[in-house]
């Protein structure tokens, strides 16, 4: 009897095992980058005065224009759906652009935020037109920013400064994401949610790679 109840633990493990990495879309391999260029945020300014960067960051970066209750909806959809589930990672940052002249509605919009998660995640910057347009420019993705200076997408750009999304290889019949309907819940929670556990996973495991090597050397 113990036997059989060995043999079928062993047979079960690896079941598991499989059905548990299986059931990402991506397998938990690495998100796809689709752009290296991404521009800076240095020159903008920020709300708490201080100083934004992609670098060494994990940033969903998103852009809500002049009139920021326009919007709204979309901050409530992504702090539900996406930040408060992973708000705990360290280097994992949302980053809304804004035109100057926002700054309040900004911070009105950042105590509602507050109401349901700790938003110290939360960063909101502010520039003129131009430095808004060069910075959305540089994603070169196939949307476009409002009259505005607003769009209901939002992109994921990693500690190097590249974009990533989907390039169309990771899965059959996939067309290329390179962002993400915030309007949508469904593509949050169906299609954005996965990304950012992939590439989540992608610099946990850089991370304990990297503690491990220090430990052997």
């Known amino acids: 009897m113990k036997k059989f109840l060995v043999l079928g633990v062993l047979f079960v493990l ?32 920020s709300l708490t005065s201080e100083e934004i960067t992609f670098k060494d960051k994990i940033t969903v970066l998103g852009f809500l224009g002049k009139d920021i209750f326009n919007k709204q909806g979309n901050a409530f959809n992504l702090n539900q ?8 990672f360290q280097d994992f940052q949302f980053v809304m652009v804004l035109p100057f002249g926002s700054e309040k509605a900004a911070k009105e919009l950042l105590e509602e935020l507050d109401n349901i998660a700790d938003v110290s995640g939360w960063k909101f910057i502010f520039g003129t037109s131009e430095s808004i347009n060069a910075l959305f420019d540089s994603l070169q993705t196939q949307h476009k920013l409002d009259e505005r200076l607003a769009t209901n997408y939002v992109y994921i750009i990693d500690k190097n400064q590249s974009l990533r999304g989907r390039d169309g290889t990771l899965k059959e019949n996939e067309s290329k994401v390179y962002g993400y309907d915030a309007s949508s819940v469904a593509d949050l929670a169906n299609v954005m949610n996965d990304d950012v556990k992939v590439i989540l996973a992608e610099y946990r495991l850089a991370l304990k790679k990297y503690k491990a090597d220090r430990k052997v050397k």
């Open 81 to 88: 759906k996406i930040y408060k589930k992973n708000h705990g």
């Open 14 to 45: 690896p079941l598991v095992a499989y059905l548990f990495f299986a059931s990402g879309v991506h397998n938990f391999a690495k998100l796809p980058v689709l752009n290296t260029n991404v521009g800076n945020v240095e020159g903008f300014e």
